[in-house]
């Protein structure tokens, strides 16, 4: 690796000043991607306050969960980046990355990986103090280490992706269990239907964004669903993985397994997600992959915004 790949030569004169490193580094973890998990979490805040017999959580409730949130998200990030600085590096898709140029050190990584594991178990400990709900706190550390854990799976199975939407369906999961105190209604059917439809969600367009790094991953190695079965076929798994987050949301919506049945609002935004998500499969072909990150970014973004509304409307609505 060159000179101006390694943070360990840069000059003074080359470093970045803070400001511009912590926008470097937010752009770096794609902080703006927190979209895509957030709005699940805040769909089964809702649903856990439902169950307690609250019609709005209060805003103590959602704040730890968004803090929660935006905490284990720029763990993980952080760790993928660190970890893979050296795959990266010998990416032509990622070679510029700031975690490898050296615009964010390894320093300021670890610094961060610390702050954010602290801020986080301090997050989840005051759901202890304020409402009396210790779970957030025995799961804290396994929960960290389940999504830090991705980053390695690449190196042994093409199963990856899956691991990857295992960590985000965590989000809904894990904020049903911070809301609703010990003593309260167990996880529910639609709890797990919504984590479903998350687990199939990101592999459907993972697999699609893969899709850049075929030769790259082959080349070092590396397990992904493309580089172990080809373009076309991943393409056929991507659309069958998304087929299942729309069965999943089709009977979420119908409120199966005891759940509430959801209103016209939530037919809108559940129909908005099918389109969406016909779209997003459309733009990218086995002989035509230049639309991922239309596909990726902008599909997806969509879809998580759309179904957080209209979800959370359908929620407040419910009598």
């Not at 790949?5 to 926008?23: E, F, H, W, Y």
């Not at 990416?91 to 610094?111: D, K, L, Y």
């Not at 210790?134 to 190196?155: D, E, H, N, Q």
């Amino acid at each position: 690796m060159n000179n101006a790949l390694n943070p360990d030569v840069l000059t003074p004169a080359q470093k970045p000043g803070m400001l511009k490193s912590i926008r470097t580094f937010l752009d770096m973890i794609k902080f703006s991607h927190s979209i895509f998990a957030m709005p699940f979490a805040l769909i089964a805040t809702f649903l856990a306050a439902r169950a307690i017999h609250l019609v709005w959580p209060g805003w103590i409730r959602l704040g730890l969960i968004v803090l929660c949130m935006v905490l284990a998200r720029t763990f993980a990030m952080t760790f993928n980046r660190l970890v893979d600085r050296d795959f990266d590096s010998r990416n032509p898709r990622a070679m510029r990355r700031p975690s490898v140029t050296g615009e964010v050190s390894v320093h300021f990584m670890i610094i961060t990986l610390i702050v954010c594991g602290l801020l986080f178990a301090g997050a989840t400990l005051l759901f202890y103090l304020l409402l009396n709900n210790v779970y957030p706190v025995i799961l804290a550390g396994p929960v960290l280490l389940w999504i830090a854990l991705y980053s390695f799976t690449k190196r042994f199975t093409w199963l990856c992706h899956f691991f990857l939407g295992s960590s985000l369906c965590l989000a809904p999961i894990s904020a049903w269990i911070a809301i609703v105190p010990p003593h309260g209604p167990a996880l529910g059917v639609q709890v797990l239907l919504l984590a479903g439809a998350v687990l199939f969600w990101l592999p459907g367009f993972d697999i699609l964004y893969a899709l850049q790094d075929v030769d790259i991953d082959r080349k070092e190695k590396l397990f992904s669903l493309p580089a172990r079965f080809g373009i076309a076929e991943s393409l056929w798994i991507s659309r069958a993985c998304h087929l299942m987050v729309i069965l999943l949301l089709l009977a979420f919506g119908l409120g199966l397994g005891g759940g509430l049945p959801m209103g016209l609002i939530y037919w809108i935004g559940f129909a908005a997600v099918v389109l969406l998500l016909v779209i997003e499969q459309s733009l990218v072909r086995a002989n035509d992959i230049s639309r991922v990150n239309l596909a990726f970014m902008t599909m997806n973004g969509l879809v998580g915004l759309i179904f957080g509304l209209t979800t959370i409307t359908a929620i407040l609505l419910y009598h």
